[in-house]
């Protein structure tokens, strides 16, 4: 009951959001709203898209240029309040919200190997180093697709460093570490995002440090962060046929697990969208927006809809 209220209360703010300025109009088919509810002080999102119904869909960008994923911390949907998170909430208004996103497992390791493995290699913990030689994962079939990938690490090192932690870095959420058939060139401090966005590779993973991604700090921390870094290709991607995903790893290790799962970007129509949806439904989304064969756990699950 109390995520059905603060999932109510999310299309009721959107009412007095407008129309969202992310490319296109809506459309006759796009997202109706739902009327609203009260929510108890604190008891998850208090503003955001309207709903969307289960046949909507979100994008009609086809294929994008460029696609960052952002994977933020051990949050569930309803930590997510206003007040400590606005810079998520201004994106969720114009972004296409998966309400019943979910986390493969826990704890953080296996979910991430999840997101760019289609599997989670049999990691049950966050153990370091992993080693998993050659197995199929998304850099892999990217860059045999004559694509790029590139990781972005907050804190790591230095360029291709495979140390399990430094500071605030931990390997643990840099799973392009973990394979022997993705260079090491592609891992990436970072203080290497370019500021020129056309010069990212294809798909590009961001993972802030454990205090910017909300593990270690607050949400808004993290949120903070998001503002000062992730904005301005926020702001630049409708209008440059790129996405930005931003998702967390997992909640705070709650039985359901259910997290935020949200994109933004060009053609992608805003709205709250029903479907279940979890983190190979995203790497299937990824591998379909270009074409790539699915691997492991994503080949069985179904893409987040319409957005390639």
């Given at each position: 009951?109390?995520?059905?209220?603060?999932?109510?209360?999310?299309?009721?703010?959107?009412?007095?959001?407008?129309?969202?300025?992310?490319?296109?109009?809506?459309?006759?088919?796009?997202?109706?709203?739902?009327?609203?509810?009260?929510?108890?002080?604190?008891?998850?999102?208090?503003?955001?898209?309207?709903?969307?119904?289960?046949?909507?869909?979100?994008?009609?960008?086809?294929?994008?240029?460029?696609?960052?994923?952002?994977?933020?911390?051990?949050?569930?949907?309803?930590?997510?309040?206003?007040?400590?998170?606005?810079?998520?909430?201004?994106?969720?208004?114009?972004?296409?919200?998966?309400?019943?996103?979910?986390?493969?497992?826990?704890?953080?390791?296996?979910n991430y190997l999840?997101?760019?493995?289609?599997?989670?290699?049999?990691?049950?913990?966050?153990?370091?180093?992993?080693?998993?030689?050659?197995?199929?994962?998304?850099?892999?079939?990217?860059?045999?697709?004559?694509?790029?990938?590139?990781?972005?690490?907050?804190?790591?090192?230095?360029?291709?460093?495979?140390?399990?932690?430094?500071?605030?870095?931990?390997?643990?959420?840099?799973?392009?570490?973990?394979f022997d058939n993705?260079?090491?060139?592609?891992?990436?401090?970072?203080?290497?995002?370019?500021?020129?966005?056309?010069?990212?590779?294809?798909?590009?993973?961001?993972?802030?440090?454990?205090?910017?991604?909300?593990?270690?700090?607050?949400?808004?921390?993290?949120?903070?962060?998001?503002?000062?870094?992730?904005?301005?290709?926020?702001?630049?991607?409708?209008?440059?046929?790129?996405?930005?995903?931003?998702?967390?790893?997992?909640?705070?290790?709650?039985?359901?697990?259910?997290?935020?799962?949200?994109?933004?970007?060009?053609?992608?129509?805003?709205?709250?969208?029903?479907?279940r949806v979890d983190?190979?439904?995203?790497?299937?989304?990824?591998?379909?927006?270009?074409?790539?064969?699915?691997?492991?756990?994503?080949?069985?699950?179904?893409?987040?809809?319409?957005?390639?």
């Amino acid at each position: 009951m109390r995520s059905r209220l603060f999932l109510a209360a999310l299309a009721a703010s959107a009412l007095a959001l407008g129309p969202a300025a992310c490319g296109s109009p809506a459309r006759p088919d796009g997202p109706t709203v739902l009327p609203g509810a009260s929510v108890p002080p604190g008891a998850g999102p208090t503003a955001g898209p309207a709903s969307a119904g289960a046949n909507a869909t979100p994008s009609t960008g086809g294929r994008p240029d460029h696609v960052v994923v952002v994977v933020f911390e051990n949050k569930s949907y309803e930590q997510l309040a206003a007040a400590q998170a606005p810079w998520l909430h201004a994106m969720m208004a114009q972004a296409a919200v998966f309400a019943d996103a979910h986390a493969v497992t826990h704890p953080s390791q296996p979910n991430y190997l999840a997101l760019f493995s289609g599997s989670t290699q049999g990691v049950t913990d966050d153990h370091c180093p992993v080693r998993l030689g050659d197995r199929p994962n998304l850099a892999r079939s990217l860059l045999d697709a004559g694509l790029g990938f590139t990781g972005f690490s907050e804190g790591l090192p230095a360029p291709g460093s495979t140390v399990c932690t430094s500071g605030r870095y931990a390997r643990k959420h840099n799973p392009w570490a973990d394979f022997d058939n993705v260079p090491a060139s592609v891992s990436q401090p970072l203080t290497s995002f370019p500021s020129t966005f056309t010069d990212l590779p294809t798909v590009s993973f961001v993972v802030p440090d454990l205090c910017h991604d909300m593990h270690d700090c607050a949400v808004g921390t993290g949120d903070g962060w998001a503002a000062a870094h992730l904005d301005g290709y926020r702001r630049w991607a409708p209008q440059h046929h790129a996405l930005l995903v931003v998702t967390f790893d997992e909640d705070d290790n709650s039985p359901g697990n259910q997290i935020l799962t949200m994109v933004s970007g060009a053609g992608v129509r805003p709205g709250r969208y029903p479907q279940r949806v979890d983190h190979y439904s995203l790497l299937r989304t990824i591998e379909d927006c270009y074409g790539l064969t699915a691997i492991g756990a994503s080949a069985s699950a179904a893409p987040l809809p319409g957005i390639c």
